[in-house]
C-alpha cells in the first residue's frame, strides 16, 4: 500500500520505471502468497465490474454528470483466478443520446487480492487494474 499511496491512481508510476517495477514485484509476490486462493466464486464485486457464475461481465466506466461505456462480455471461469472473457456488445451513452460500438476483443485476467477491501486484477496484456 506503501508503494501505490502517492501514485496517483498510476499516472506518476508512468513516467518512474523503478517505481512501477517495484509495484508489479509486490504484485507479483502477493499472487505467490495467494496462489491458491480462489478469487473467481460465485461473485465478486468492485467499483467498476461485477461477474458471476451466470456467464456474463458488465463494465461500467462513468462519466460525471450523465456519460457511461458500457461494455458485456461472456466469461468463463477458467481456474481458481482466471476468467477468460469475449466483448458481446458496447455502447457509450449520453443523457439524450446513445451510440452502440462493434463488439469486439477478447482476453482473460486474474484477481490478487491485496487485503479485504483492494483487488487488482492481473491482465492478458500485462495490464493490472486496482478495484
Known sequence: ?????D?????????DAVKR???VN?????SVIGGSSVTTRDCSACAQD???RKGTLNN???????GVFFVRSDIDISSLQRVNFKFTSTVLRGSNWEIPLP???QGWF?????????????GHQRGLLSC
Request: charged content about 30%; glycine content about 6%; hydrophobic content about 40%.
Open 1 to 5: 500500500m506503501d508503494l501505490i499511496s
Open 7 to 15: 501514485q496517483d491512481r498510476g499516472l506518476r508510476t508512468q513516467k
Open 21 to 23: 517495477d517495484a509495484i
Open 26 to 30: 509486490a504484485i507479483e509476490a502477493m
Open 50 to 52: 461485477r461477474y458471476c
Open 60 to 66: 461500467v466506466i462513468t462519466f460525471p454528470p450523465d
Open 103 to 105: 463488439p469486439f476483443g
Open 110 to 122: 486474474e484477481n490478487v487480492y491485496m487485503d479485504g477491501d483492494i483487488r487488482v486484477a492481473k
